[in-house]
């Protein structure tokens, strides 16, 4: 897997509500609290999916990118304490937030076009702090062609709450049976990993039990 690409995996009608023209990404995002407008944007990781020669939903690719947080954005020492970045550490080759979405969203748009894809549908979780994020970046560097769809989303914390009666990722993870480091953790790229596993192993679970579910 080579890491700074993006290629999505065309997932036609993928559980029901999505169509043939919809791509898919697992998104993760570290950040300086909670609050998208006001709160620095300062990692971001994710991975695209594939569906193997035995109808399996896998990984298949990776972007990361470490972001410089837009100015004036809030910090809030407690995220920073949990998440363990120090935003200006200049080992952290961070990029400008503006080149950084451009980047992503041109990694997400070349290759929507390339399987035929209209639009992107956001796999996280808890993924809606992870759109807020990625949307607010976008509007404050007036980026307006987005690839993802503005609410439409899968989220891995309904997934294992049902599966697995766990939605703490950790939890839900070493619950599924997936080997979880809490040293790793709070790395956007590591994260999002997890998290893909995660679904993966739901869908797949799913299928074996009652057939496919995309097309």
């Not at 570290?30 to 990984?59: M, P, R, S, V, Y």
């Not at 935003?87 to 076009?113: C, G, L, N, V, Y």
């Not at 007036?142 to 891995?156: A, E, G, Q």
């Amino acid at each position: 897997t080579r890491r700074g690409s993006c290629h999505l995996a065309r997932l036609g009608g993928f559980v029901a509500f999505l169509s043939p023209d919809v791509c898919n990404i697992v998104v993760d995002v570290e950040t300086g609290g909670f609050n998208a407008k006001k709160d620095g944007l300062l990692e971001i990781g994710a991975l695209t999916l594939k569906i193997d020669q035995d109808g399996h939903l896998e990984i298949d690719d990776t972007f990361a990118c470490h972001v410089e947080p837009f100015p004036n954005a809030n910090m809030d020492p407690k995220s920073l304490e949990v998440n363990g970045i120090d935003p200006f550490h200049p080992f952290r080759m961070a990029k400008q937030e503006d080149k950084a979405i451009r980047e992503f969203f041109k990694f997400i748009s070349t290759d929507m076009k390339k399987n035929g894809c209209t639009r992107a549908i956001m796999i996280g979780h808890n993924t809606m702090m992870d759109l807020n994020f990625i949307n607010a970046a976008a509007e404050r560097n007036n980026i307006t062609r987005n690839p993802f769809h503005p609410f439409s989303t899968f989220d891995t914390v309904s997934l294992a709450g049902l599966a697995y009666g766990q939605t703490v990722l950790s939890r839900a993870v070493e619950a599924a049976g997936i080997e979880w480091h809490s040293d790793k953790a709070h790395s956007a790229l590591y994260d999002a990993t997890k998290t893909a596993e995660l679904f993966c192993k739901i869908v797949n679970q799913w299928r074996d039990s009652v057939g496919a579910v995309w097309i």
